[in-house]
């Protein structure tokens, strides 16, 4: 009998007013299309909340794309990572990218946020900040999914 193999959910939960980090969750998302595993990318604007916390619960693997607008994380994903206490999850294996102007407040605060509900951040270089460290964070979270298997 052939045995079926479960493919592993990437989900990349992004926001992005003036579409930048939109150009980086597409690069995430390519680097990380690799066998086994299925991709999602979601821009958390077209989302309601219940449908945000099943992604959250039902991921294999979580990315975030977060700007930095105001020196600060943009209201709607604060609200997101807010609930990352309240669901329960089933990985803790996370990747985090942004496009920012001058400071990376919104990476630094969310990495802060990310470590406190027991995710582990996986990318050597801290948050991916350029399109080709995104399609390499996209590579390492999808090759860190399988080795977990
Ligand atoms: C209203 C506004 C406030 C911003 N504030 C900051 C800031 O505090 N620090 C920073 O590094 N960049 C800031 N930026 C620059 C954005 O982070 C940058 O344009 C980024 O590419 C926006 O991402 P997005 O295209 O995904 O929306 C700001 C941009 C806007 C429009």
């Given at each position: 009998?052939?045995?079926t193999?479960?493919t592993?959910k990437?989900s ?14 597409h690069?995430?998302a ?24 099943t992604?959250?619960e ?31 999850l089933?990985?803790?294996i ?8 001058w400071?990376?407040e919104?990476?630094l ?12 951040l ?16 996209g590579?390492?979270?999808a090759e860190?999914?399988?080795r977990?298997?």
């Amino acid at each position: 009998m052939r045995e079926t193999v479960e493919t592993k959910k990437l989900s990349i939960l992004y926001i992005s007013p003036h579409g930048n980090t939109e150009q980086m969750a597409h690069a995430v998302a390519s680097g990380a299309m690799i066998d086994g595993i299925d991709v999602a990318s979601y821009h958390i604007s077209h989302l309601r909340a219940d449908e945000i916390r099943t992604i959250l619960e039902q991921a294999d693997a979580l990315v975030f794309g977060i700007p930095t607008v105001a020196r600060d994380i943009p209201k709607p994903m604060w609200d997101v990572l807010d609930d990352l206490s309240m669901v329960k999850l089933k990985t803790t294996i996370a990747g985090l990218f942004g496009s920012f102007g001058w400071n990376r407040e919104a990476s630094l605060k969310t990495e802060k946020r990310l470590k406190g509900v027991g995710l582990r951040l996986v990318g050597d270089a801290g948050p991916a900040t350029v399109l080709e460290q995104c399609k390499e964070l996209g590579r390492t979270l999808a090759e860190e999914v399988i080795r977990r298997v």
